[in-house]
């Protein structure tokens, strides 16, 4: 399956044609993202590699999520994020923000090295502290609750007038899967969110949800994200296609802003597609069919950015 995304992604890109699409006026910060987007793809395909020659111990990749790379360049570097285990994009933007390559902490957490900048090597997570990247273990849903603790801290130590890890208008991003939306402790920390706001108390916090369909081998319900947090009172729903890096940045920047500016928890809708299965030990030819499949390939993100 490795192949098969790395070959159709080289095929497709050598039959685009100009003109597809209107110009964007992002220019540079377009190539940046399409950059952390590239990174994301590339370190995917050596935790394969890495596996298969004994040299790597993690192999759940970001491959159909990189339209993430644009949730990043719409928030500051500054924003405390805790991050979905398929947000390498977010992860390589972030740092690029800085001014910094974070290939390097990606591939040496995949190979469990003792000197890897995030967690010591103890498992292959996104997180850096000068870039506001709270680790996170690999238990789903697990670090909503604390970006919701997070979120209320920022607001706290402003009333308190106590020293902060973030700036007085930082905002809380928080991201994971349709899948970990079902869980307990992700259905709770959304409530408490949007209970805690209820009460008037600031609760800057972006909830943002990778929808690629699929809970590992158990296909998530068509709509039920949006029928479950479209039109919950007291969190306002965006939704934007990560196959449309631009449309993305935008509606990101979008919710972004309304939770900077009221204070309030807001949920972005963000679809994907999962490439090359769950993990490298998965054979998704067991629960899903081959046309499936190949409709995720023509849903690559990546395509989606290198339309001329």
Known sequence: MTEQVDEHFVEALRALSPGRRPATTLGPQLLEMFDAQLGSR??????????????????????????????????????????????????LQRMAQLGRNGLLDVLLGMMAATDEPIAGGRHKVFGHHDAAIIPQTSTIASHLPRALGVAFAIERARKLGVPSAWPDDAITVCSFGDASANHSTAAGAINAAVY?????????????????????????????????????????????????????????????????????????????????????????????????????????????????
């Open 42 to 91: 590339h370190v995917d395909l050596a935790a394969r590699e890495f596996r298969a020659r004994g040299l790597g111990y993690y192999t759940i990749g970001s491959s159909g999520h990189e339209g993430n790379a644009a949730v990043a360049a719409a928030l500051r570097p500054t924003d405390p994020a805790l991050l979905h285990y398929r947000s390498g994009a977010f992860y």
């Open 196 to 308: 805690t706001a209820y009460q008037g108390l600031p609760v800057p916090l972006l909830f943002v949800c990778e929808d690629n369909g699929i809970g590992i081998s158990v296909p998530t319900p068509r709509g039920w994200i949006a029928t479950a947090y479209g039109s919950r009172e007291g969190l306002r729903y965006f939704q934007a296609s990560g196959f449309d890096l631009v449309q993305t940045r935008e509606i990101a920047m979008e919710a972004a802003e309304h939770v900077r500016r009221h204070r309030k928890p807001a949920f972005l809708h963000l679809s994907t597609v999962r490439l090359m299965g769950h993990a490298g030990s998965d054979a998704e030819v067991a629960y899903r069919s081959t046309s499936d499949i190949a409709a995720g390939l023509a849903r690559d993100p990546l395509l989606g950015t290198a339309e001329p």
